[in-house]
């Protein structure tokens, strides 16, 4: 089982900047792939990036590539997504969470454990 636990949303001004982090407690965080969906009102969760556990392979949403990066951290059992250049369309819940199957996925159904998710606003 792993516990996730994210921080770092807020309010910022379009084409602003902030750093998310998801911290897991729990057994073989480092066996897990990761990823980042976000959520807004009325609308399906939406893929923002994943990484697998060995760190070899990373995803983006191509509508994000450029702006969002995400890492990872094995030994501080953290992911970081570093959000630049943000738009208000960026304006959601976003939520981390642990994949235990083999492959990395932009699906979040395939996910199996979720986070509680951080809310970010960007102001026009």
Do not use: H
């Not at 998310?20 to 066996?31: P, V, Y």
């Not at 969760?45 to 070899?56: D, G, N």
């Not at 059992?77 to 083999?102: F, H, I, R």
């Amino acid at each position: 089982q792993v516990q996730l636990v994210e921080s770092g949303g807020g309010l910022v001004q379009a084409g602003g900047s902030l750093r998310l982090s998801c911290a897991a407690s729990g057994r073989s965080f480092s066996s897990y792939a990761m990823g980042w969906f976000r959520q807004a009102p009325g609308k399906e969760r939406e893929f923002v990036s994943a990484i697998s556990w060995s760190l070899a392979r990373l995803y983006y949403s191509d509508s994000l590539k450029g702006r969002f990066t995400l890492s990872r951290d094995n030994a501080k059992n953290t992911v970081w997504l570093q959000m630049n250049s943000l738009k208000p369309e960026d304006t959601a819940v976003y939520y981390c969470a642990a994949d235990a199957g083999l492959f990395v996925s932009r699906r979040p159904d395939e996910y199996d454990y979720w986070g509680q998710g951080t809310q970010v606003t960007v102001s026009s």
